[in-house]
């Protein structure tokens, strides 16, 4: 399994921008689909984004299309995530994920093994 590790969260306005970044260790970071979810305080873990091993296609939570971008860069074992117009329900704890080799893109949390150990998003109003 990969070790992953975030930064990058921390307190903002609503409408500032922050990127997440989640790095991993491991020698076969390029055949994981990563994702990101969060969890608020009251809420179930939900889903954000993800990003394929095989064509770099993407999927996102509908509340932050258009607003966040995840992308990844396989020579640094990092995948990022771009948050703008942050919004106050955008605090949360956000996570990376990382699936097993090959897999086929997925929104499930079973279909991920590695978890980072999350990192605090806060958007004050």
């Known amino acids: 399994q990969e070790q992953l590790v975030e930064s990058g969260g921390g307190l903002v306005q609503a409408g500032d921008s922050l990127r997440l970044s989640c790095a991993a260790s491991?020698?076969?970071?390029?055949?994981?689909?990563l994702a990101w979810y969060r969890h608020a305080p009251g809420k179930e873990r939900e889903f954000v984004a993800v990003?394929?091993?095989?064509?770099?296609?993407?999927d996102y939570l509908d509340s932050v299309k258009g607003r966040f971008t995840i992308s990844r860069d396989n020579a640094k074992n990092t995948v990022y995530l771009q948050m703008n117009s942050l919004k106050p329900d955008d605090t949360a704890v956000y996570y990376c994920?990382?699936?097993?080799?090959?897999?086929?893109?997925?929104?499930?949390?079973?279909?991920?093994?590695?978890w980072g150990q999350g990192t605090q998003v806060t958007v004050s109003s």
């Open positions: 994920a990382a699936s097993r080799p090959w897999a086929v893109m997925s929104r499930r949390t079973a279909d991920f093994r590695s």
């Open positions: 491991g020698r076969n970071f390029n055949t994981y689909n």
């Open positions: 990003i394929s091993w095989l064509n770099g296609n993407t």
